[in-house]
């Protein structure tokens, strides 16, 4: 089961607004400055879970969230707040789940669906009169059409929410189908010197928050492909005193080991591009003899041996991130999908750290695993991601002038959500908001800052084609220049502005029809001969037919068999749909074999870029 979209409707600043998660791509973007309302977007996701492992997850890592219903009334309105506040997800079922459900309804609730179910509504509402909480529902759009088992009659029942099959159903749906949220407002906290492995009282804190751990530790486990559990495999070995059974568990304690070494310390090894060999993770069991309970310790060993906490800021953050997140996937549940939301994460590591977790997102996201993360550093916006971007912006208050945010009070705060390229398209004068994606307003680089080259092309259709074939097709090396997508062949002044004045080089490559050929002579005029072997069309490539645009380069027939992977009814190319099934191809790294008159094409195209530099 799947998320498709979120709805979002007076809850805090968010007067209503719906998140699209229904791409193929697994990581979602929210883009904002300080006081933008990312947080609070996050914030009402984690509202709506229902799982149990969410609540765990806050409570246990000590996490600030609503605690009130009256944290919930935006707090503009706080004086007489009269209305509902709503949470609604549309979930996608898997043919696996409508089995699930079938069998489980069946067997447990004695019906039988004879109907499709392919969607679920479930709304999250509270309801409140003068900023008292009244009452709170949770409604769910769903269709169980069937028949009693047993019976002989032969019409369809459309059960009621009343029914008690009805809900059998669905709080099996519930309890074993929806996916998980996890919610991490940040990931340092103290990691615990020791986890136990066995339990304490049944509702003491220790209990919760060392039941919490030992999940983890079994999702390690899980990872090594043993069938090993942490009762049998830990804890019985380390109390049983004999010599085999301490071999044995020697030997999974350095399997967990070698698996933390390969996996967190070689990330973090990469970052700083050096293999630090006297480095390494260590994982020992012991037993605690004052409470009588086994436990394990995860040791640095590094020219003496230190815990955890005792390392530098950032590798605790690195190392809490995969522990969280990579090695929750491995958890045995019938509904493997889960939703990390990650509040600004490795806002205070170096920029190379930042980049390493773009990789390690891409990596999980192949998985079962979704991601949306709040940011509003430039270093941690992938541009395969620009599809399923969102700007977050504050519409009471403005970051174009200093002079407004004197003025601004939380009764015009006004929380609203933008796809990244409509917002591009709307609110073309406001460009400040684009300086996490484009590096323009607000941003200007110093002699040090390495700011690369540059291949300004026409829009992000031209974009994902060049990248798409450099980097899945031909699989070629580029460090000469980087690509930079403007919005037309006519909206490249800017681009050329800001390149201008850093004094960095580019060019601009421009489609062959009348409208490129325009826009070359219009920047050619405006801004004169310092534009001289800056700006070029595909006429100037020989190899390529006269007046062609960057789409004729790919043959009908190879537009068509690439679109037929998003409609397999597709007979004649549609623009739309041929730039939407690449762009998800290149972000899912999925190798599509054009003809080689396509691929000639477009190396042309690149060989000849690449005599420019």
């Known amino acids: 089961m799947d998320f498709l979209n979120f709805k979002i409707k007076n809850f805090k600043g968010i007067e209503d607004t719906t998140i699209n998660l229904n791409s193929n791509s697994n990581i979602y973007t929210l883009i904002g400055l300080n006081e933008s309302g990312k947080t609070t977007v996050l914030e009402a996701l984690n509202y709506w879970s229902y799982s149990q492992e969410s609540k765990e997850t806050v409570e246990c890592l000590g996490f600030q969230t609503i605690q009130d219903d ?88 459309d059960l009621s929410s009343k029914e008690k099959e009805w809900q059998c159903i669905t709080l099996y749906i519930r ?6 949220i996890l919610y991490f407002p940040n990931f340092l906290f103290d990691f615990p010197e020791r986890i136990y492995l066995e339990d ?105 041996y230190f815990s955890i906490n005792q390392r530098s800021l950032g590798f605790r953050w690195f190392f809490a991130f995969l522990l969280f997140t990579k090695y929750r996937g491995y958890r045995s549940r019938k509904s493997n999908n889960i939703l990390f939301l990650l509040d600004e994460p490795a806002s205070n590591l170096h920029t190379t750290a930042q980049h390493r977790l773009q990789k390690s997102l891409a990596e999980m996201a192949k998985e079962d695993c979704k991601f949306i993360y709040t940011t509003h550093s430039q270093y941690l916006i992938n541009p395969k991601w620009l599809e399923t971007t969102y700007i977050v912006k504050n519409e009471g208050l403005s970051y174009e002038t200093d002079e407004n945010i004197d003025d601004f009070t939380p ?18 004068d406001q460009t400040s908001y684009f300086k996490p994606v484009l590096d323009i307003i607000d941003y200007k680089p110093s002699e040090l800052d390495m700011i690369p080259d540059v291949v300004m092309v026409e829009g992000k259709n031209d974009y994902y084609t060049l990248k798409y074939f450099e980097d899945i097709i031909l699989q070629r090396e580029n460090k000469k220049y980087k690509f930079l997508p403007g919005l037309s062949c006519k909206k490249l002044f800017p681009l050329i502005q800001h390149y201008l004045a850093w004094g960095k080089n580019f060019i601009i490559l421009l489609d062959g029809d009348r409208a490129g050929e325009d826009s070359k002579k219009r920047y050619l005029d405006e801004f004169g001969s310092i534009l001289k072997n800056k700006v070029f069309s595909l006429n100037d490539i020989n190899e390529l037919a006269n007046n062609s645009k960057m789409e004729d380069c790919i043959i009908k027939e190879d537009k068509i068999s690439l679109q037929k992977i998003s409609d397999s009814n597709s007979k004649s190319y549609s623009k739309k749909l041929f730039n939407r099934t690449l762009q998800e191809l290149y972000i899912s790294e999925q190798k599509f074999e054009f003809s080689e008159s396509s691929t000639n094409n477009i190396k042309s195209i690149l060989e000849y870029l690449d005599s420019k530099f």
């Open 175 to 180: 309890d074993n189908l929806l996916p998980t």
């Open 200 to 304: 304490f009282d049944e509702d003491s804190k220790k209990q919760k928050e060392h039941l919490f751990y030992k999940k983890i530790i079994q999702d390690l486990l899980d990872t090594l492909n043993q069938d090993l559990d942490i009762q049998t495999h830990i804890v019985n070995r380390k109390r049983s005193g004999n010599d085999n059974d301490e071999n044995s568990l020697k030997k999974v304690l350095l399997d967990l080991s070698r698996e933390l070494n390969n996996n967190i310390l070689g990330a973090w090894n990469e970052i700083f591009k050096r293999k630090i060999s006297n480095k390494r993770i260590l994982v020992e069991a012991k037993l605690d003899r004052t409470v009588n309970k086994v436990y394990l310790e995860f040791m640095i060993e590094d020219d003496g």
């Open 411 to 428: 009764k015009k705060t006004k929380i609203t959500i933008h796809p990244y390229r409509q917002f591009v398209s709307t609110y073309p």
């Open 70 to 157: 009256y944290e919930l009334i935006p707090i503009g309105e706080t004086s007489n707040f009269s209305k509902q506040i709503s949470v609604s997800a549309t979930l996608k079922l898997s043919e696996n789940d409508e089995l699930d459900i079938k069998k489980y309804a069946e067997e447990n609730c004695n019906f039988i669906l004879t109907e499709k179910i392919d969607k679920i509504t479930i709304t999250k509402s509270k309801t409140f009169a003068n900023s008292q909480s009244t009452g709170s529902s949770n409604y769910w759009t769903i269709r169980l059409m069937g028949k009693t088992k047993g019976s002989r009659s032969k019409k369809v029942i």
